[in-house]
């Protein structure tokens, strides 16, 4: 979903892909049910547990009509790190990294820490983990977004030469 004004663009989760994700989980959650009550009871359950969390998630995601990434004259905004908008002039540069089919965009800030210290914990945990994956301190996931990775990391760049100068 992408909503645009003069000023603002707005994209949100894809329905198509979190739709999808649930549908597996939910398999797996029934694989998990016939494992617990024909074989193994463990797996069963540990499966169940897992994908069942995972299922709630999904559904969430799947649910959620908010936008998810938020480009503005002010800055760039991804509610899924809970930092808030990130202002144009505070972004240095900015590259596209893939894990697994997964894209970020990897934002290297001027005062990083200005918006890692606004992390969670287990945020912090993560960017650390991150960082000797090659990642920035602040990097924004792309994972179920309808858009491409180099689209978004086009307009990063130009929003911030604009905001240069």
Request: glycine letters at 8%.
């Amino acid at each position: 979903m992408r909503t645009s004004t003069s000023n603002n663009l707005s994209i949100g989760g894809s329905r198509a892909f979190y739709g999808l994700m649930l549908l597996a989980s939910a398999a797996f959650v029934a694989a998990g049910v016939f494992l617990a009550f024909t074989g193994d009871v463990v797996v069963g359950w540990m499966c169940i547990t897992f994908f069942g969390a995972c299922a709630l998630v999904l559904a969430w995601q799947f649910l959620d009509r908010r936008p998810r990434l938020v480009f503005s004259e002010l800055g760039v905004m991804d509610r899924t790190l809970g930092v808030g908008v990130i202002p144009w002039r505070e972004i240095e540069n900015a590259y596209v990294k893939s894990v697994c089919g997964h894209d970020f965009i990897c934002l290297e800030l001027r005062n990083p820490e200005m918006f890692v210290s606004q992390l969670g914990a287990l945020r912090k945990t993560m960017q650390t983990a991150n960082r000797k994956l090659g990642f920035t301190d602040i990097s924004i996931n792309l994972s179920g977004l309808p858009v491409r990775s180099e689209s978004v990391l086009e307009l990063i760049l130009k929003k911030c030469q604009e905001s240069a100068a």
